[in-house]
């Protein structure tokens, strides 16, 4: 086994029991150091971040991925602030959430406990670390991150501030860890770390959560790949639809909720399409349209069946026609990665029939999908957007990082 695993991970699991039994008082208290850490140290996470950016220029990334990357003094004092207000978020360690008396005289509690260990594999952006370091925190769980190499220095930086900020409460340092090794193959030996890791949480675009999907023998909790829609029904307000497509395509690209692929029903595509693209001209938006989008839309990309696959994180957008929301329905729940889908419309029936019909984490209606957020929806800080269905959907947050255990209490029952 990888020596450097190897350690991390028995260190880990020595910083669990240990984060296990501490109260809320001290992880709050933890929490709150970080959080003044973080702005305290500022700059030197910027110069870090600054290292990253030259070599994100020399490699080649893209703009919209590079404004994931990017750090500045804005951004750090809005890490800061989600972190301290994870302390304003109820403790999910022992809740009794079930239980009662059996007929023999036991007595059954059902209460929640941390996961354990968890490993977190994400991509490009630094925030994730200080998230997921605070959020582990808080649940009573130690964490081992393994970011992207196009963030190595930010993240080391982030993590070294985080564990001196830990330590000064008399928690352990080693609750969080950063794996610095950034290789696929030190990647693939974590995802196999049964002896030290309990959950392994995948954060970025498609390639990796397939990677860790197929690869792992690491329980897995499914997250990250955000390939989102917009379908324009037939009775959608035009207006209304070019502004929720303009924000869910543009405000951030680069993110997990924003809007890939863009259906319009037939009986309104071509002056949807028109003004839609409008807006989208704003932004530089390539779209890449079947047919009947190609149709309205001189020089338009001609769509390929690979581009209604694709989370592209960048100012591009594929588009087609349907010919009813029972089609937009089905392209949706073939090509969707499940994790945020939306219709406009002024329709009752075909919004309620989209609602039950999108098997996705989040579906809106008359609402742009950036707003597929843990914050946003009131939940506190999270890790990531769940699209799969067993023990957590939709944001990962507290709640969704604790498991749970019966404790059962007798006056010498035996079974007979």
Same mark, same amino acid.
């Given at each position: 086994?990888?020596?450097?695993?190897?350690?991390?991970?028995?260190?880990?699991?020595?910083?669990?029991?240990?984060?296990?039994?501490?109260?809320?008082?001290?992880?709050n208290g933890a929490l709150k150091e970080i959080a003044a850490a973080?702005?305290?140290?500022?700059?030197?996470?910027?110069?870090?971040?600054?290292?990253?950016?030259?070599?994100?220029?020399?490699?080649?990334?893209?703009?919209?991925?590079?404004?994931?990357?990017?750090?500045?003094?804005?951004?750090?004092?809005?890490?800061?602030?989600?972190?301290?207000?994870?302390?304003?978020?109820?403790?999910?360690?022992?809740?009794?959430?079930?239980?009662?008396?059996?007929?023999?005289?036991?007595?059954?509690?059902?209460?929640?406990?941390?996961?354990?260990?968890?490993?977190?594999?994400?991509?490009?952006?630094?925030?994730?670390?200080?998230?997921?370091?605070?959020?582990?925190?808080?649940?009573?769980?130690?964490?081992?991150?393994?970011?992207?190499?196009?963030?190595?220095?930010?993240?080391?930086?982030?993590?070294?501030?985080?564990?001196?900020?830990?330590?000064?409460?008399?928690?352990?340092?080693?609750?969080?860890?950063?794996?610095?090794d950034c290789s696929r193959e030190t990647?693939?030996?974590?995802?196999?770390?049964?002896?030290?890791?309990?959950?392994?949480?995948?954060?970025?675009?498609?390639?990796?959560?397939?990677?860790?999907?197929?690869?792992?023998?690491?329980?897995?909790?499914?997250?990250?790949?955000?390939?989102?829609?917009?379908?324009?029904?037939?009775?959608?307000?035009?207006?209304?639809?070019?502004?929720?497509?303009?924000?869910?395509?543009?405000?951030?690209?680069?993110?997990?909720?924003?809007?890939?692929?863009?259906?319009?029903?037939?009986?309104?595509?071509?002056?949807?399409?028109?003004?839609?693209?409008?807006?989208?001209?704003?932004?530089?938006?390539?779209?890449?349209?079947?047919?009947?989008?190609?149709?309205?839309?001189?020089?338009?990309?001609?769509?390929?069946?690979?581009?209604?696959?694709?989370?592209?994180? #960048? $100012?591009?957008? +594929?588009? %087609?026609?349907?010919?009813?929301? /029972?089609? !937009?329905?089905?392209? @949706? =729940?073939?090509?969707?990665?499940?994790?945020?889908?939306?219709?406009?419309?002024? #329709? $009752?029936?075909? +919004?309620? %029939?989209?609602?039950?019909?999108? /098997?996705? !984490?989040?579906?809106? @209606? =008359?609402?742009?999908?950036?707003?597929?957020?843990?914050?946003?929806?009131?939940?506190?800080?999270?890790?990531?957007?769940?699209?799969?269905?067993?023990?957590?959907?939709?944001?990962?947050?507290?709640?969704?990082?604790?498991?749970?255990?019966?404790?059962?209490?007798?006056?010498?029952?035996?079974?007979?």
């Open positions: 086994m990888n020596e450097i695993l190897e350690k991390i991970g028995t260190k880990a699991k020595s910083a669990e029991t240990l984060m296990a039994a501490a109260s809320s008082a001290t992880k973080l702005l305290e140290n500022s700059d030197d996470i910027i110069s870090a971040n600054g290292k990253d950016l030259e070599n994100a220029d020399k490699n080649g990334m893209t703009a919209a991925m590079k404004e994931r990357l990017m750090l500045n003094s804005e951004r750090i004092e809005g890490i800061a602030k989600a972190v301290g207000e994870i302390t304003a978020l109820p403790d999910p360690v022992g809740k009794v959430t079930g239980g009662g008396a059996l007929p023999n005289g036991l007595k059954l509690t059902k209460i929640t406990v941390p996961l354990g260990v968890i490993a977190i594999i994400y991509e490009s952006r630094p925030n994730v670390t200080a998230d997921a370091a605070a959020l582990a925190l808080k649940s009573g769980n130690a964490v081992i991150l393994k970011g992207g190499q196009e963030a190595i220095n930010s993240n080391i930086a982030i993590v070294n501030i985080i564990r001196a900020a830990i330590a000064k409460t008399g928690l352990p340092e080693d609750a969080v860890s950063l794996l610095e990647a693939a030996e974590l995802m196999k770390l049964n002896k030290y890791v309990d959950v392994l949480i995948p954060r970025g675009g498609a390639g990796l959560i397939n990677a860790v999907v197929q690869n792992s023998t690491v329980p897995v909790i499914e997250t990250g790949a955000g390939n989102c829609h917009v379908y324009v029904d037939e009775s959608a307000d035009i207006e209304m639809a070019a502004d929720i497509v303009f924000n869910a395509k543009t405000s951030r690209p680069s993110v997990c909720n924003a809007c890939e692929t863009l259906l319009l029903h037939k009986g309104i595509a071509e002056t949807a399409l028109i003004r839609i693209k409008e807006r989208l001209d704003e932004k530089n938006v390539e779209i890449r349209g079947d047919e009947a989008v190609c149709a309205v839309i001189p020089g338009c990309t001609p769509a390929v069946d690979d581009d209604f696959y694709t989370e592209y994180s #960048d $100012y591009i957008i +594929a588009a %087609k026609v349907v010919a009813s929301p /029972d089609e !937009a329905i089905a392209h @949706i =729940n073939k090509y969707s990665t499940k994790h945020s889908d939306a219709i406009v419309t002024e #329709d $009752y029936a075909s +919004a309620e %029939k989209f609602a039950q019909g999108v /098997d996705s !984490a989040a579906v809106y @209606i =008359n609402a742009s999908t950036r707003f597929t957020d843990g914050g946003v929806f009131g939940f506190g800080a999270e890790i990531g957007i769940s699209t799969q269905k067993l023990h957590a959907r939709g944001p990962v947050g507290l709640p969704e990082l604790v498991s749970y255990k019966y404790i059962i209490r007798g006056n010498g029952q035996v079974r007979l």
